[in-house]
């Protein structure tokens, strides 16, 4: 069967950010952030960022931008590496958290009954245990690495998504234009698919935004606790590194670690504000 | 064509179990009109829902009764069963006009739909045929229309589309569950007449659910006035106007206001005294008892509740007392 709907909502989007400076600067860092990522990642961007090219803690200059580290090691090869890491964090445990939350969220407001119970169970009891004692617990269990950070924050930040996406969908089944759908003989697949989900999905690509952000934050507090990334540069352990570093004034691998999370952070703030301006229905209308 | 025997419907209430519809039946002609009237609460909503099947299952149910369409019992039908019928042979229109249509689709896409799931008809088929049924129901410059999304239409204009919908597929029957109460004076007279119009056009049958008795007198063949729960009274439209027999029904006729500028200072509208009881407060015997100025003993219980029986020729009343009785002896 067809689908019967296609509304461009990407182009009013567009024009959104396309008419605010700061919102071209946010959407760019995204970009630029997702392309050196992508880079990073095939190999085609710092590949030798192992390698020492000068001697330890050299300063920046021109032929060093951003200096050098401990090793000798390009500091700028490092961040560039830590991009990587922070966007693929960020982007898998969004889509992770995004897909426990909303399917469970919308099972649960669907269908109510024991499917609720159960559902509001379990994040209860998920967010009745200290954020920060259950990533713990989930690092020692599955082991150090990229993947276990992935799925241990996956796995936790589901919950906000999931309870939002649940009121949502309480509130808007019950609205009239469900049971008219009902009325035309529409399935309850269809219903939750055509005429429910199309109706909540700026939540679902707001919350998206927001977990990335989160996400690369979270990594970087656990790699700074010495829980993250072991072989791979990442923003985070520049920062813990940069615990005895400081006190000797070499500033910089700390400064441009915090400096890059500042600007991912922020960007993606903007541009979750930019969405929600975007897609939410009740502020569309004007 | 239609016809509901012995229909009870409940829900699960914090006080226990409640009759929303207590056994009730009526039948629906090919082609004809029903008014179901009664006060809010008195469980019209429900009735339509259940000829639909579409209670909602967490917390109620079609308790028993029969449910006969075109010689099929519907409420032994499987759910995919339902649903195929739901908007191709039994549609329904709601009250709220500005809530039923979904705000993120254009109305076109809304109309397409119904077309879709039970016509198999491809896209530009469906397109081509909602510019058909907007023009049907009265919107002008239908190609632009199909393109808007909800919130550009006013009240009026939703509720053509939502006829539009309901009518895409020309169900058999048609039920409108207050299709003009949110809408104002003009606007009710002129979709009533669409509604009237479009019913001789696709010769379907309408069940209208008001509580505006006036609607009724306009619009029905016959009409079943429903208090909680029951049918209390079921006759052809001219005779209940003229000889109502339940003390109920001609509270609500004289309630009705009329306009008579020479009479204005003598004559004050009536109102029927107190309010419908809550369901689980309702007494034995007559339900209406409380009030009721015609009440007596046998009301209160002790003959057990009044069936609907015939008061006079066509004309069937729940009341032992009815108010112009007449048997065929006479
Ligand atoms: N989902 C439900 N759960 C529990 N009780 C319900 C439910 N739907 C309806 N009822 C009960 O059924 C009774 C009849 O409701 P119904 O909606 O049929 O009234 P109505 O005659 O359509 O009134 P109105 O004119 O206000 O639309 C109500 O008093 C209500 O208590
Ligand atoms: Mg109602």
């Known amino acids: ?286 | 064509m239609l016809s509901v025997k012995n229909l009870v419907t409940t829900f699960q209430t914090r006080q226990g179990s409640i009759k929303a519809v207590d056994n009730i039946s009526f039948d629906l002609p090919k082609g004809s009109t029903l008014g179901i009237v009664g006060e809010s609460g008195s469980g019209k909503s429900v009735t339509a829902l259940s000829i639909m099947r579409l209670i909602p299952k967490d917390t109620g149910k079609i308790l028993q009764g029969d449910i006969i369409f075109n010689g099929q019992n519907i409420t032994t039908l499987t759910e995919s069963g339902m649903r195929g019928m739901r908007g191709n042979k039994i549609s329904m229109i709601f009250q709220e006009p500005m809530t039923s249509l979904n705000p993120v689709f254009t109305v076109g896409n809304q109309i397409q739909e119904t077309l879709i799931l039970h016509q198999q008809l491809s896209l530009q088929q469906a397109q081509k045929k909602a510019i058909e049924l907007l023009q049907m129901v009265g919107i002008p410059s239908p190609e632009k229309r199909i393109k808007d999304y909800p919130h550009h239409l006013s009240g009026g204009m939703r509720q053509r589309v939502m006829i539009a919908i309901a009518l895409a597929c020309k169900p058999d029957i048609l039920i409108a569950d207050e299709p003009t109460t949110a809408l104002d004076v003009t606007i009710q007279a002129q979709i009533l007449d669409l509604l009237k119009n479009l019913q001789k056009e696709l010769a379907m049958s309408i069940i209208m659910i008001t509580h505006d008795l006036g609607v009724v007198a306009e619009f029905c063949d016959d009409v079943a006035v429903m208090y909680c729960g029951k049918i209390i009274e079921k006759a052809p439209i001219h005779q209940i106007f003229a000889q109502p027999q339940h003390p109920y029904t001609q509270g609500l006729i004289k309630s009705i206001p009329t306009f008579h500028p020479e009479k204005s200072h003598e004559q004050r509208l009536s109102t029927i005294p107190g309010t419908l009881p809550p369901f689980h407060e309702i007494p034995s015997g007559c339900s209406f008892q409380n009030r009721c100025q015609y009440a007596q003993e046998a009301c209160k219980g002790l003959q057990g509740t009044p069936p609907l029986a015939l008061a006079a020729q066509a004309h069937w009343a729940a009341c032992f007392y009815p108010l112009h009785p007449k048997t065929h002896q006479d």
């Open chain 1, 1 to 286: 069967m067809q689908h019967p709907y296609k509304t461009p909502l990407w182009k009013i989007f567009l024009r959104n950010i396309l008419t605010s400076k700061i919102n071209i600067f946010a959407l760019s860092i995204v970009c630029i952030s997702c392309l050196i990522a992508l880079c990073a990642a095939t190999g085609i961007l710092a590949n030798q960022w192992d390698v020492s090219i000068s001697d330890s803690h050299t300063p920046p200059s021109l032929q060093h931008i951003c200096g050098t580290d401990i090793l000798g090691r390009s500091v700028l090869d490092k961040l560039i590496k830590g991009t990587e890491v922070a966007m693929s964090t960020g982007f898998f445990v969004a889509t992770l958290s995004i897909i426990i939350g909303v399917v469970l969220g919308v099972l649960a407001g669907y269908f109510g009954g024991i499917v609720d119970t159960c559902v509001v169970w379990l994040y209860s009891t998920i967010t009745s245990i200290p954020n920060i004692m259950l990533l713990l617990s989930l690092t020692f269990i599955l082991g150090k690495g990229i993947v276990a950070i992935y799925i241990s924050l996956g796995v936790t930040m589901w919950v906000g998504i999931c309870r939002l996406i649940r009121g949502e969908v309480i509130k808007h089944k019950n609205r009239e234009y469900i049971l008219a759908a009902s009325a035309i003989g529409a399935s309850h697949f269809r219903k939750l698919w055509y005429h429910l989900l199309p109706n909540i999905w700026h939540i679902i690509i707001i919350q998206f935004a927001l977990i990335f952000q989160v996400a690369i934050k979270s990594e970087v507090m656990l790699s700074y606790l010495g829980l993250g990334i072991q072989n791979s540069p990442s923003w985070g352990t520049m920062i813990d590194e940069a615990k005895t570093e400081l006190i000797r004034g070499i500033w910089w691998p700390f400064t441009f670690a915090t400096l890059a999370m500042f600007l991912i952070v922020l960007a993606f703030n903007l541009l979750s504000d930019t969405l929600r301006d975007t897609l939410d229905p009740k502020l569309k209308k004007k």
